[in-house]
């Protein structure tokens, strides 16, 4: 789509790449925009004209790259986009392009404005400035406000063949299939973040982790035990491990033997099955919420604690 519409010369003033993370979206991001800027104009930057030898510098003046900062104020990283940054992004864009054919803004990760950045950018949207091209990355585009998604084009990157993603992840690591794949469920098919997990030895985290939840919904007793056990855990990870233990727990429900009469001990066929699977979504969600709760102030052990109790009233089987 990108190469058919650059050779036609019908670019869209905003486009929206949005996937799962782990797919080399960014990375994606970044080879469209030096090639909108490179100075030949053909359908892959030629790398040696004087656009791309300044988009390679990082000191390319017709590019602007707007994404997490540090907060003056507490020398800590921020985990949003805050306004300022995009007036002063609104206010590059008015500006004409000097080097290259146009001037280009990537915005990553786009999901991380809050509603009034989001809104300070809809003038941009609203009134593009000729040649000129934003160009938004998400992870999760639900979410953007639906205003700024309307107004993009968007290119949607997929993940890859479950045997395509095993056979690349084993060849480019050397790993073994078993810890390959376990390395691909924990990353939820993406296989850059499981090629991560397999370079930094995290498979057998993972093992141990889901071992924990099985204890919590044997004995709820252990909940305690088992947050002090990923007490080291990166919170984010955490929270998206939940996430996609109980998304597969929620496919089983119905992949179970004989559904859609699926029996199941101690439940009443399909009404069984319906009530246990609004349980997990309702955890998935829970677990959704929570991983973006971790800018603010709220508790985290507390929330953390709170799911792991309801978690160990699921039904067991």
């Known amino acids: 789509m990108f190469v058919q519409r650059l050779s036609g010369s019908r670019l869209a003033h905003a486009c929206l790449i949005a996937g799962p993370q782990g797919l080399g979206k960014l990375e994606f991001a970044r080879q469209m925009v030096v090639t909108m800027l490179c100075q030949q104009q053909e359908l892959q930057a030629c790398g040696v004209c004087r656009s791309c030898q300044l988009f390679a510098s990082g ?124 390395a691909l469920r924990a990353s939820a098919g993406s296989p850059l973040l499981a090629r991560q997990m397999l370079l930094h030895e995290q498979t057998e985290k993972f093992r141990a982790f889901t071992h924990q939840l099985v204890r919590v919904q044997v004995d709820a007793s252990v909940v305690g035990e088992v947050m002090d056990n990923w007490s080291e855990l990166d919170q984010e990870c955490l929270w998206n491990w939940l996430s996609l233990i109980t998304a597969q727990r929620l496919r089983s429900c119905f992949s179970l033997p004989g559904h859609g009469a699926a029996m199941v001990e101690g439940w009443e066929g399909d009404v069984g099955v319906r009530h246990q699977a609004g349980q997990i979504s309702l955890l998935q969600s829970l677990a959704d919420r929570n991983r973006r709760a971790l800018a603010t102030s709220l508790r985290k052990d507390l929330l953390l604690r709170d799911w792991l109790i309801q978690w160990s009233r699921l039904t067991t089987w």
Do not use: Y
């Open 59 to 182: 000191a390319h003046p017709d590019f602007r790259l707007l994404t997490f900062e540090i907060n003056p104020r507490t020398d800590k990283m921020r985990t949003e986009l805050v306004i300022d940054q995009v007036r002063e992004l609104n206010a590059f864009m008015q500006l004409t392009h000097s080097t290259s054919p146009r001037k280009v803004a990537l915005i990553h990760p786009a999901e991380a404005m809050n509603r009034n950045t989001a809104n300070a950018l809809l003038k941009t949207l609203e009134e593009p400035p000729g040649n000129a091209v934003l160009v938004l990355v998400a992870h999760d585009p639900s979410r953007l406000a639906a205003t700024i998604r309307s107004r993009c084009q968007t290119i949607h990157v997929r993940l890859p063949d479950e045997k395509l993603a095993l056979d690349w992840l084993v060849n480019s690591t050397d790993a073994d299939v078993e810890p390959a794949a376990i």
